[in-house]
RNA sequence: ACCCUCGUAGCUCAAUUGGAUAGAGCAACGGCCUUCUAAGCCGUAGGUUGGGCGUUCGAGUCGCCCCGAGGGUGCCA
């Protein structure tokens, strides 16, 4: 993990301040670069000085405005695929550490999960899975919205169902509804109605996600946490440090403060607690139970977060936990050339599980984590199923499975390469050698910037390297054989341990 | 009306968060299989980064003003 230690001497050197560390571009020799001279205002050539110093280095200068080029010994390089080789499935793992939850997807248990859930899902999930790599304790939680107006009008439209009668206004008609109501003892009242059928389709939910490999820690229900008490405790706390006020009948949380555009409300004038105040009392919790919070919100709740931020710095908790609010874009589902809205708006869904059963989820999974989360990601289902270079998962997985083959051919297996042959590794190899030394430093990216999507580029950008190696260089029968086939095993077990990351399966053939 | 997120090649997107000559894939055109999987590789072409002004050694990235797209502005959740 040679970049990682650059970076964090690097970091020593400027103060422990963060630090960048690059790959120059094509034209312009080096391993490695830093901007850190220019960024901190250091003198550059003191800076060379100290980077010398290091044993993996050959050699640094200083380059154009003020960069600092970096050249690492070739025994740097060779020594980390050796590693790699060495433990394949533990390169990078442990490096850091912390306690995190992850709250994601939580859609209310009234209608199906649609697309955008599993963008949520996907991006949550692959990031709880890089956290866990890089050695924090993790936990993926699902918040259940078991009360409130949302909750009345499914047992409402139930209740109609079984009773004979049209749905109400702005109730629940789809068939799923039908189908629930259709096993239900007509002697429910509506209250019943509804609690039953939101743990019908609660249930659905978990099945849906778990054949996506979302595999969740704890659900954390509403209702729970009124019955508890927790809701009033909270306001209690707030109400004490004066943070809250009495106007229209209503109890009102002063969020402007912090940086909310307006106040909000906590308890309506009717008595009841608002949505927002049994959330307050959920993070509350969450700030009790672990050191930092990470939520996976849809586009559609970004006006949410400013009360919700406001509320965690009102009740102190910004000083000593950080909470994370991940947003994502909305999805449009490609077919034929057309786009469909998953806007809620348009009240046209297509169901997660059914891009599932048409796709599979490795198609499914890699495709909703291929974008920066923010911005609009265009599912396009004909290419998720397209069997060729086009389609990306296949692309990477083809490279795994063509590594596996040249293994084959070889008659070596993969668990029995020698880590000591990577010595041999020369210049046709560096360009390769190097991708895969850069696994760690992007993973350290994607959970400093909660941004995954930078896995797959790197994935993408690996089996490319691959693709091109393999096609200029011979392995099996070459004299260097025995030092090839430990690059390729690394190579091999980066795209295996990446897509493992992201949710999606490493085939050995294809 | 206000707030948020965006606008990059014909299309879908990157660009290591202010760095070096803005990169990939698709689509178009031309090549490469008696050789480890051609589900692959190589080459050609394609750009005033929506427009303008600014900030500085340096701007796709930061600030302000326009234009355009999407989302949000409940005592709903």
């Not at 010994?73 to 912390?98: F, L, Q, S």
């Not at 956290?131 to 109609?160: A, C, P």
């Not at 009773?163 to 509804?177: M, R, S, T, V």
């Not at 008490?229 to 109890?251: N, P, R």
Request: aromatic share 10%; hydrophobic share 40%; charged share 30%.
């Amino acid at each position: 993990m040679y970049e990682i230690k650059v970076r964090d001497r690097l970091m020593e050197l400027a103060g422990n301040k963060d630090v960048r560390l690059d790959t120059p571009p094509d034209n312009i020799p080096g391993d490695l670069s830093t901007n850190a001279a220019m960024v901190y205002g250091l003198k550059p050539q003191e800076l060379v000085a100290e980077i010398e110093k290091m044993d993996s280095i050959e050699s640094a200068a200083v380059v154009g405005p003020g960069f600092i080029n970096i050249f690492l010994t070739d025994e740097t390089k060779n020594r980390e695929i050796g590693e790699i080789v060495k433990a394949p499935g533990d390169y990078a793992k442990g490096i850091a550490g912390g306690d995190i939850l992850f709250e994601m997807v939580s859609s209310n248990p009234t209608g199906p999960l649609h697309i955008g859930h599993g963008r949520g899902a996907a991006i949550g999930d692959a990031l709880a899975r890089m956290y866990e790599w890089l050695g924090y304790k993790v936990r993926r939680e699902y918040y259940v919205n078991d009360r409130g107006r949302q909750m009345d009008l499914l047992g409402e439209s139930i209740f109609n169902i079984i009773n004979g009668k049209a749905a109400p206004e702005q109730g629940y008609k789809g068939d799923y509804i039908k189908d629930i109501a259709a096993g239900f003892d007509p002697a429910l009242n509506a209250e019943e109605c509804a609690h039953k059928a939101s743990e019908i389709i609660l249930d659905t939910h978990f099945k849906v996600l778990k054949e996506f490999r979302v595999e969740y820690d704890s659900k954390f229900y509403e209702t729970d946490l009124i019955r508890a008490g927790k809701v009033e405790e909270t306001i209690d706390f707030l109400k004490k440090k004066g943070l809250t006020y009495k106007k229209d009948g209503a109890l009102w949380l002063k969020t402007t403060t912090y940086g909310d555009d307006r106040d909000r409300v906590l308890v309506k004038k009717n008595g009841e607690f608002t949505y927002f105040a049994s959330d307050c009392a959920y993070h509350k919790d969450k700030a009790q139970r672990h050191k930092e919070v990470i939520n996976i919100w849809g586009a559609d709740h970004h006006g949410y977060l400013d009360r919700l931020e406001a509320f965690w710095e009102a009740a102190g908790f910004k000083e000593n936990k950080r909470l994370n609010d991940v947003l994502y874009q909305l999805v449009n589902l490609k077919r034929a050339g057309e786009l469909i809205s998953m806007s809620t708006r348009e009240g046209e869904f297509v169901t997660l599980k059914e891009v599932i059963d048409e796709v599979g989820t490795d198609a499914a999974r890699f495709f909703l984590l291929m974008r920066n989360s923010d911005t609009p990601l265009d599912f396009d289902v004909e290419l998720a199923k397209e069997e060729n270079k086009r389609n990306p998962v296949y692309y990477v997985q083809y490279s795994h499975a063509r590594i596996s083959s040249v293994f084959k051919k070889a008659g070596v297996k993969p668990g029995e390469v020698d880590p000591s042959a990577a010595r041999q590794l020369g210049k046709e190899e560096d360009r390769l050698i190097k991708m895969v030394a850069h696994f760690p430093y992007i993973l350290s990216k994607c959970v400093q910037l909660n941004a995954p999507h930078l896995l797959t580029e790197y994935l993408r950008d690996t089996a490319t390297a691959f693709h091109k190696y393999y096609d200029t260089v011979k392995i099996v029968g070459s004299r260097k054989e025995r030092a090839r086939l430990a690059l390729i095993m690394a190579v091999k077990s980066v795209i295996k341990n990446g897509l493992e990351l992201v949710g999606v399966s490493a085939p050995d053939r294809m």
